[in-house]
């Protein structure tokens, strides 16, 4: 994989580009503020991005806007976003489009080379990558409206693993249910929220979407 890093720390940054390296990934860039993202994303052929939320020159949201920014010009582009904190919105504002690719990590996932790089493979390829923490708050919250009240508590779990990035067999490990009655699962989710069907991917993260948007 090609993939570019936005981070302004520089040892978490050089620290992202060796443990990508290590895992047999090239780097194409490597950048540390807002608009060297944004010029990164838009000027390098990329398979992926890992882009730290908050980045200068003022250290609010700069990462975040590149992404989307980038994303509006080059639909779908795979983004991976790093976070200190939890904030949901975050990861539903890249997911409004409608299209996959997009993970959103806390940075403390960092520090597991296995799961971070998982997360970094699975949005390359098209797919969502939530936080587990993400997830979990987002299940706490009160909904105003609510999409998902029509969904049993074993459908909600299948929906929450799918937040995160799970494929169908994953799920069902975790689950420990076969890979045939997640499937069915997932297909009802996708009846009950009324996805019509087409591509299985685009289900997946149109599916995630509603699940963001219900706990707003």
Same mark, same amino acid.
């Given at each position: ?19 990508? @390296? ?7 860039? =490597? ?6 993202? $944004? ?7 990329? +398979? ?7 980045? %200068? ?14 994303? #509006?010009?080059? %639909? ?15 990861? #539903?504002?890249? $997911?409004?489009? *409608? ?7 806390? !940075? ?13 493979? #699975? ?16 299940? *706490? ?13 074993? @459908? $909600? ?6 937040? @995160? ?7 069902? =490990? ?9 499937? !069915? ?12 069907? +087409? ?16 706990? #707003?």
């Amino acid at each position: 994989m090609r993939v570019v890093v936005a981070e302004d720390l520089f040892l978490l940054r050089e620290g992202l580009v060796r443990l990508i @390296e290590a895992h047999g990934h090239s780097v194409v860039a =490597a950048v540390d503020n807002g608009p060297g993202a $944004l010029e990164a994303l838009l000027g390098n052929k990329l +398979d992926v991005a890992v882009v730290d939320v908050r980045l %200068p020159p003022t250290f609010s949201d700069e990462g975040l806007q590149a992404a989307l920014a980038a994303r #509006r010009e080059v %639909p779908g582009l795979p983004v991976l976003i790093l976070s200190q904190h939890v904030e949901q919105l975050y990861a #539903r504002e890249l $997911l409004a489009d *409608g299209h996959g690719g997009v993970g959103y990590q806390l !940075k403390d996932r960092v520090l597991d080379a296995a799961q971070f790089m998982g997360a970094v493979e #699975r949005v390359a390829g098209g797919g969502t990558a939530l936080d587990p923490t993400v997830v979990a708050k987002l299940l *706490g919250r009160p909904r105003h409206t609510d999409p998902l009240g029509t969904l049993t508590e074993r @459908e $909600l779990s299948v929906l929450a693993l799918m937040a @995160e990035g799970f494929s169908n067999a994953a799920i069902a =490990a975790r689950l420990f249910l076969s890979e045939g009655a997640i499937s !069915k699962y997932t297909t009802t989710i996708f009846a009950k929220l009324g996805l019509a069907a +087409d591509d299985d991917t685009n289900r997946r993260v149109r599916a995630v979407l509603t699940y963001l948007g219900a706990a #707003r």
